[in-house]
């Protein structure tokens, strides 16, 4: 996927203070949907460590990857588990903030905030259309001829870390 996946409505969410846990506290880590960001290998691990880092607070999807998985939207107050390339829990994320717009709307203090070093949205963008128009997100999609356009309909998510779980370094 693209960004965080889609909570499992079926699942609580768990009551997490807002500072690092010491072990004996750590949540049910199984019992939270996994984020996984991009693809593993770099493109995966350089928004893992932004999020370690604290400069990404936001990631985009697209209502179609979600619609493709059959997951809902991600919602505020939601809590997953941020995965590295190996599949290891390095932090606890919660959303904070969802919105659903057309590709051309995303604004400057979105593509800021995901901490990949944009400067401008047309920057941004032309980033993410390689990422959504690659072989890896075609594939993923099952259309190998898949594209974006301005009135694509993306998934503006803001979240904040909860914990970096203990071992990342982070």
Known sequence: MTAAPAPDPDLPDTDLPDTDLPDT??????ALPRAE?????PLRDRPVAAILGGSKTSTTGLVADYEHDGDPLPR??????????SGRPVAVIEVTQVRVVPLAEVDLAHA????????????????????????EMRAALGDPGFTVDDTTP?????????????????
Do not use: M, N
């Open 25 to 30: 506290d750590l949540p049910d880590l199984d």
């Open 37 to 41: 960001f991009a693809f593993p290998g």
């Open 76 to 85: 505020p107050g939601h809590r997953e588990v941020v995965v590295d390339s």
């Open 112 to 135: 800021v905030d995901e901490g990949e070093g944009h400067t401008s949205v047309a920057e941004w963008r032309a980033d993410h259309e390689r990422f959504w128009h690659g072989e």
């Open 154 to 170: 993306a998934v503006l998510e803001r979240f904040r870390i909860v914990t970096v779980l203990p071992g990342t370094g982070g």
